[in-house]
C-alpha cells in the first residue's frame, strides 16, 4: 500500500494562486500514475487533474483547463497543483491519488486509483 500525504493547503483569496502537494511512499514512484480529485461540502468527489507515470501527459477537468497545472518530480516523489486565478467553487477538499500503471489516456481522469491521501482544504473566499 502506498502512502500518500497531501500538503499546502490553505485559505486564499479569490483570483489569487496556491499549490498543493502530494508526497508518496511507493519506491518506483514513476510507474504510478497520479490524480488529483476534489470534493466541496454536498457536493460528489470529482477529477480534477491528472498526470501519467512519466509526466509526458496530463488531463484536466473542463472547470480547471488553463488555470490548473499539474506536474511531477520523479526524483522527489512528489506531484503538485498549482492553481490559479481560484473561485469560491474551486472551495473543496483536494485529494491525491495514485495508481500503479504505465497507461495513460482518458481513463486516468475517472475514480480507477486504489491509493488516497487523506486530504486537503482549499477555501477560497471571495
Known amino acids: 500500500q502506498v502512502q500518500l500525504v497531501e500538503s499546502g493547503g490553505g485559505l486564499v483569496p479569490a483570483g489569487g494562486s496556491l499549490t498543493v502537494s502530494c508526497t508518496s511512499s511507493?519506491?518506483?514512484?514513476?510507474?504510478?500514475?497520479m490524480g488529483w480529485f476534489r470534493q466541496a461540502p454536498g457536493k460528489e468527489r470529482e477529477f480534477v487533474a491528472a498526470?501519467?507515470?512519466?509526466?509526458?501527459?496530463?488531463y484536466y477537468s473542463d472547470s480547471v483547463k488553463g488555470r490548473f497545472t499539474i506536474s511531477r518530480d520523479n526524483a522527489k516523489n512528489t506531484a503538485d497543483l498549482q492553481m490559479n486565478s481560484l473561485k469560491p467553487e474551486d472551495t473543496a477538499n483536494y485529494y491525491c491519488?495514485?495508481?500503479?500503471?504505465?497507461?495513460?489516456?482518458?481513463?486516468?481522469?475517472?475514480?480507477?486509483?486504489?491509493?488516497w491521501g487523506q486530504g486537503i482544504w482549499v477555501t477560497v473566499n471571495s
Open positions: 498526470i501519467d507515470g512519466s509526466g509526458a501527459n496530463t
Open positions: 491519488a495514485a495508481k500503479r500503471t504505465y497507461h495513460t489516456g482518458p481513463q486516468l481522469k475517472t475514480p480507477m486509483y486504489d491509493n
Open positions: 511507493a519506491r518506483t514512484f514513476s510507474s504510478y500514475a
